[in-house]
Structure formats: structure tokens, C-alpha cells
């Protein structure tokens, strides 16, 4: 079977492999992207529930602490390309943009669509070639050449960039191969675990309020009655446990059979101050609807109220001092142990991949093979939840085709 010859090829048609062929295209070089499905993007268009959290409004000195300690590796990338130059790079084509409260940034038609629609017309613009069911099933390095193999047939390339994800919805396509390309051309890889999951937990009793959503809960995990972390963002209770952004967050923490504790209302001087007031404002009142006061679903009060045995319909003016004390505790600790982390195959990040160690963090360049880069979640690095994995892809994406580009032009002088 005859080979094709390109000068770049890049492996993995998600975000990071497809930006990076955008700018490389554009300069004139000879761009293969080659891609095992039957079409690009697929994890991109599931993000953010298929409406795309592309980046974040975070000040850039605080974006790159959502990378826990992987973010002095992370931190050139995201200057070098910064989420003010991603949302500039997609307006010029025509692409608005929406920001929630949190700071998180979704194309303002919420469609990851629009923004896998730019990145294609890029690639048809600039002369990308896409070859899609075409899986790379190994690849070596000879004479300054790699040469692959693929299920579509056989590519030589002088450079070549492997963006193929992590290990996590192996349904898009990203089912860990890039981590044996990778072996075979001498790079480690730090074991892939699951990032960015919903937690189920022992002796869960809030099945009835699956699918509710509360803003800005405190969230402390314990291991032996030891803090080990703590966050404060939106929890959603699920059929078997809790999820949201604060738990997403948290995850990289949590192992089985910590203890997870819930300020549903507060902590509990804040939570008797503000129960005061409501039984002397609400003295005629029950104490169930007195308590929708704190900006609770209504679901999730008499979930509580029902499991703790509070009866909700007695008028807060007769309230026994001990009913008050058990449902100031209930309110403001809520406390589970962990049964369950989810795996990696429904997380929605990996954490692990191509040891950080022998890339180069300033051009995403092997340290261990000349001429052959990585980008986006095949390494290893995981951010929080909010758009920064997906920066992450799009900024180390821009960095290797820069590097590229360097190398292309310092032989062009010599
Ligand atoms: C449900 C879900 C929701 C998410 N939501 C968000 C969000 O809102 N915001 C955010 O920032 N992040 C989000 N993420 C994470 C984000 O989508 C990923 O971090 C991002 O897609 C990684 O981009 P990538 O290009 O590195 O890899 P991927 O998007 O995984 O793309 C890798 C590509 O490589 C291809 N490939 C794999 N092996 C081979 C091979 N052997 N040969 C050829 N091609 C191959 C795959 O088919 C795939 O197309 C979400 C993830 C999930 C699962």
C-alpha cells in the first residue's frame, strides 16, 4: 500500500487536534488530521450538556489555579493563548458569547455545534485533510520521519502531534489509544483515573430530590475526621448521591469510605441566628414553610424534615427547644460516607496520561523524541469543571503549532 506523505500529521480530531491543525494549515504546510471516527468532535459536542462551557471570565492569574498542581506546566500555554485570544479567535467568526454567573463562558446560541462548525470550516479553508475511520494503530520513528499505520493505510509525516483525549466516554472516541502511541515512541504514562465525577454515597435517603440543583453549598471532605478539602459551589443531589460543580471539584480528593459533610443552610451559628429570626417572624406559621425562607427547594425541605423524623406542620410559636436544635444540626451538617466514585468510563475528565516529566511545558515537545508533540487531555492534566479543560485544549493546541511553526521557519534560515 503506497504511503502519504504530509509535513504535519496530527492524531484525534477533537478540540485540540483540530485547532492545531487550524494554524498550522493556515501557513501553507501539508496538514493531515487523522481520526478514528466516523466524524470530528464528538466529546465537544456532548460538552457542558451539548452547550459547550468553552473557557472561563477567570482573571488569568486565578484560571490557572483550577489545575491543582499541575498548573506551573499549564501556565505558558494559557498565556501564551489566553481565553480573552479563544473567544477572539471564534468571533471573528461570527461566534457570540454568553457568561454565567459563575464566570462560565457558552456560545450564546449554547450549541457546542457553532463552535465544531468554525473549527471545520478552518480546516477546509486552510487545506486540512481529514481522513475520518481511520484509526492510528502504531506508529514509529526512522530517520526523522514517523511513520504510522492506520486502519485507513499508511502516512508519513516530519511531525507529528498526538491529541487523542484520555480514557473517559470512550463512546467519542477517546478510549486511551494515544497513551500506547505514546509508549511505543518512549514516553511514561501516569496511570489514567477518573476526574471530574458524581459521588454515590452510603445510606443515601434523598432519591425524591434526584435532579435538584442548590447554589453556592459549603462541601467538607474528611478522611479519619481530618479535613482534607473543602469547596463551595452548586450541588445537585442525584438518584444515588451528589454531583454539581462543588463535588466535581472535589473529586480529585475523594477515595471510597470518606466522610462528606453538607452545609446545606450554613454553618450552624449562622444557621441558629437566622432560625431565630424566622420563628419569631413566622410564629404563626409551620416550620416547614417557615424554613422555605432559606432559599430551599421545597423537595429537599421535606425530604430532610420526613427523614429525621421533624414534623414540619407544627407552628414554629411551639417549637420544643430540642426540635429547633435537631433541625438547626439537620440543616446546617449533613454527613455521608462515600460508597462509590463514578468510573472513568462516565467521568467527564481523566486525570493521569503522558508523564509531564518528559514533555516540555514552553512547546509541548517530547523530551524524549524530536519533532513529535502532544496536546490537549492525553496528557496529564486535569482542570476543575467551568471551561478550563477545554482552554486547556485549545491553548496547548496553539503552543504546538507555534513550536512547529518555530522549527519550520529556524530551517528555512539555515
Ligand atoms: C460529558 C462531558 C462534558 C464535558 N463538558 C465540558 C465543558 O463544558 N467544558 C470543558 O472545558 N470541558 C468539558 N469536558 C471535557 C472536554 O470535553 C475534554 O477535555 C476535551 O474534549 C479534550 O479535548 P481533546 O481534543 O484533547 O480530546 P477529545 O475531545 O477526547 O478528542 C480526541 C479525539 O481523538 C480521537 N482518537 C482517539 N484515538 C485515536 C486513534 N488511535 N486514531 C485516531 N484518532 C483517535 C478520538 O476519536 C477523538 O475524536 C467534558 C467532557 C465530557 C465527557
Known amino acids: 500500500m503506497k ?61 490557572i489555579e483550577h489545575f491543582g498542581n499541575k498548573k506551573n506546566f499549564v501556565k505558558k500555554s494559557i498565556y501564551n493563548f489566553t481565553p480573552v485570544d479563544l473567544l477572539s479567535f471564534f468571533r471573528k467568526s461570527g461566534i457570540e458569547f454568553t457568561e454565567d454567573r459563575n464566570g462560565k463562558i457558552f456560545p450564546a446560541s449554547r450549541k457546542s455545534r457553532d463552535i465544531l462548525d468554525v473549527l471545520l470550516l478552518k480546516c477546509r479553508e486552510s487545506g486540512v485533510h481529514i481522513v475520518y475511520n481511520s484509526a492510528v ?33 470512550p463512546m467519542t472516541g477517546s478510549s ?12 511514561s504514562i501516569v496511570m489514567p483515573v477518573p476526574a471530574l465525577h458524581s459521588i454515590s454515597v452510603y445510606e443515601y435517603f434523598l432519591q425524591d430530590c434526584s435532579g435538584i440543583s442548590v447554589p453556592d453549598i459549603n462541601v467538607i471532605l ?36 470518606d466522610c462528606i459533610r453538607i452545609e446545606i443552610a450554613g454553618v450552624s451559628d449562622q444557621l441558629n441566628e437566622k432560625f431565630k429570626n424566622l420563628i419569631l417572624k413566622n410564629g404563626k406559621s409551620d416550620s416547614k414553610n417557615a424554613l422555605l425562607n432559606l432559599n430551599l427547594p421545597e423537595r429537599l425541605i421535606i425530604s430532610l424534615l420526613k427523614h429525621y423524623g421533624i414534623n414540619g406542620s407544627e407552628k414554629c410559636a411551639v417549637l420544643k427547644k430540642e426540635i429547633i436544635k435537631k433541625t438547626i444540626e439537620v440543616f446546617s451538617s449533613l454527613e455521608f460516607k462515600i460508597k462509590h466514585a463514578d468510573d472513568i468510563k462516565t467521568a467527564m475528565a481523566t486525570a493521569g496520561g503522558v508523564s509531564l516529566n518528559e514533555v516540555l511545558s514552553g512547546s509541548m515537545e517530547s523530551k524524549k523524541c524530536a519533532n513529535l508533540f502532544f496536546s490537549g487531555e492525553v496528557l496529564d492534566i486535569d482542570g476543575d469543571t467551568g471551561g478550563y479543560n477545554l482552554q486547556w485544549a485549545f491553548s496547548s493546541a496553539k503552543t504546538a503549532a507555534d513550536s512547529i511553526l518555530k522549527k519550520e521557519m529556524q530551517l528555512k534560515i539555515h
Open 222 to 257: 474528611f478522611r479519619d475526621r481530618k479535613k482534607i478539602a473543602a469547596n463551595r459551589d452548586d450541588l445537585l443531589f442525584t438518584h444515588a448521591g451528589l454531583s454539581g460543580p462543588v463535588i466535581l471539584n472535589l473529586c480529585r480528593y475523594v477515595r471510597k469510605d
Open 176 to 187: 486511551g489509544d494515544g497513551y500506547r502511541l505514546s509508549e511505543s515512541l518512549g514516553h
Open 3 to 63: 504511503e502519504s506523505i504530509y509535513d504535519v500529521i496530527i492524531v484525534g480530531a477533537g478540540p485540540s487536534g483540530l485547532f492545531a491543525a487550524v494554524n498550522l494549515g493556515a501557513t501553507g504546510l501539508k496538514v493531515c488530521v487523522l481520526e478514528k471516527m466516523n466524524s470530528a468532535g464528538k466529546k465537544l459536542l456532548i460538552s457542558g450538556s451539548s452547550q459547550c462551557n468553552i473557557t472561563n471570565a477567570d482573571p488569568i492569574e486565578n484560571f
Open 137 to 169: 494503530t502504531s506508529v514509529e520513528n526512522k530517520d526523522s520521519l514517523f511513520n504510522l499505520k492506520s486502519v485507513s493505510g499508511k502516512y508519513g509525516c516530519r511531525y507529528l502531534i498526538i491529541c487523542t483525549g484520555g480514557l473517559s466516554f
